[in-house]
């Protein structure tokens, strides 16, 4: 079974500045994934960023960081130079290797201010 | 570009309807998944499977049942509904457990 904490329920952040969404875990399995997931306001939910659990160098998306702390379960995202148009609720989630399940965190609600 | 389809986008029904919400991807995957989600709120896993015949409730109690007949097809069924089941549900599928998910756009169902 997981556990997911997203401990930030809303955050602002200035345009282009950067934010950090935190996000911890608990997590039996020994291998397993993480996701964060954006979903903007009325739209499709879609994947942000992918870190396998494994690796320990950081996974990078353009704008988009993770900073991946295995032994404290940590799994945070960094977004760089904030767009107006990454408004939106983000989602952390784990997927163990041996789970067909995905759990979500409660999430945190971004909200870029022109 | 959507390549995992939900139908209907929107759906307004009275109290003790029963109502099927469809989901369909093109893109093969094996394991599915139907999630329920009210406005901005966490997702909570109400059904999955991991191939044709397999089917597992998830981790919310749900009254929904759902059908996994074809590989492509995935869809949820409320044999009586009612107004506590007014939500978004989002239907996902993807390739291996390794992989993200691609989700749908969603149903938003209310019961009247």
């Known amino acids: 079974a997981q556990t997911v904490t997203q401990s930030q329920p809303e955050m602002s952040v200035q345009e282009a500045e950067t934010v950090t969404l935190s996000c911890t875990y608990d997590?039996?399995?020994?291998?397993?994934?993480l996701f964060w997931y954006k979903q903007p306001p009325s739209r499709q939910m879609i994947l942000v960023i992918r870190?396998?659990?494994?690796?320990?160098q950081n996974a990078t998306e353009n704008r988009f960081s993770v900073n991946f702390q295995k032994a404290a379960k940590s799994f945070s995202l960094k977004i760089s130079d904030s767009q107006l148009g990454d408004t939106a609720m983000y989602f952390c989630?784990?997927?163990?290797?041996?789970?067909?399940?995905?759990?979500f965190g409660k999430g945190t609600k971004l909200s870029v201010i022109p | 570009e959507a390549d995992i389809y939900q139908t209907p986008r929107y759906l307004v029904i009275g109290t003790g309807k029963k109502i099927t919400l469809e989901c369909s991807q093109t893109?093969?995957?094996?394991?599915m998944y139907w999630y329920q989600q009210d406005p901005g709120m966490e997702l909570h896993l109400i059904h999955y499977?991991?191939?044709?015949?397999?089917?597992e409730k998830g981790d919310l109690s749900s009254e929904s049942t759902v059908s996994r007949i074809r590989t492509e097809h995935f869809p949820l069924t409320l044999e009586s509904a009612r107004p506590s089941h007014t939500s978004q549900y989002l239907c996902?599928?993807?390739?291996?457990?390794?992989?993200?998910?691609?989700f749908g756009n969603g149903t938003r169902l209310t019961v009247t």
């Open positions: 870190q396998e659990a494994y690796k320990q």
């Open positions: 499977s991991y191939g044709v015949n397999s089917t």
């Open positions: 893109m093969g995957h094996d394991k």
């Open positions: 989630a784990p997927s163990g290797a041996g789970s067909y399940q995905l759990t």
């Open positions: 997590t039996s399995e020994s291998n397993y994934y």
């Open positions: 996902a599928s993807r390739p291996r457990i390794d992989s993200p998910l691609h």
